[in-house]
């Protein structure tokens, strides 16, 4: 059993940066790959990014690439999401999730955290 916590959300003007935390229980945290997903309201989930579970490896979605960058400590059991460079289109409620292999369709993922809120003013 894994249990996820995020933070870090808020408002930021277009063009500016947040950080987010997930803070994850469990001792078997650095088993897992994470990953970050957002959903607009309106729209369906979709995926952000995702790191290995040694953090060797890292995913991005096109519409991030270069302005997000994942990351994990498994020391303090937390993952990461710099975001530079926010766009208005970035808004949206972000959830970190853990699962044994990783990948990019939030449905391979069985263990979410409850988001946390984004918003980008332009």
């Known amino acids: 059993q894994v249990q996820l916590v995020e933070s870090g959300g808020g408002l930021v003007q277009a063009g500016g940066s947040l950080r987010l935390s997930c803070a994850a229980s469990?001792?078997?945290?650095?088993?897992?790959?994470m990953g970050w997903f957002r959903q607009a309201p309106g729209k369906e989930r979709e995926f952000v990014a995702a790191?290995?579970?040694?953090?060797?490896?890292?995913y991005y979605a096109d519409s991030v690439k270069g302005r997000f960058t994942i990351s994990r400590d498994n020391a303090k059991n937390t993952v990461y999401l710099q975001m530079n460079s926010l766009k208005p289109e970035d808004t949206a409620v972000y959830y970190c999730?853990?699962?044994?292999?990783?990948?990019?369709?939030?449905?391979?993922?069985?263990?979410w955290g409850q988001g946390t809120q984004v918003t980008v003013s332009s």
């Open positions: 999730a853990a699962d044994t292999t990783g990948g990019s369709s939030w449905e391979e993922y069985d263990y």
């Open positions: 469990g001792r078997t945290f650095s088993s897992y790959a």
């Open positions: 790191i290995s579970w040694s953090g060797g490896s890292t």
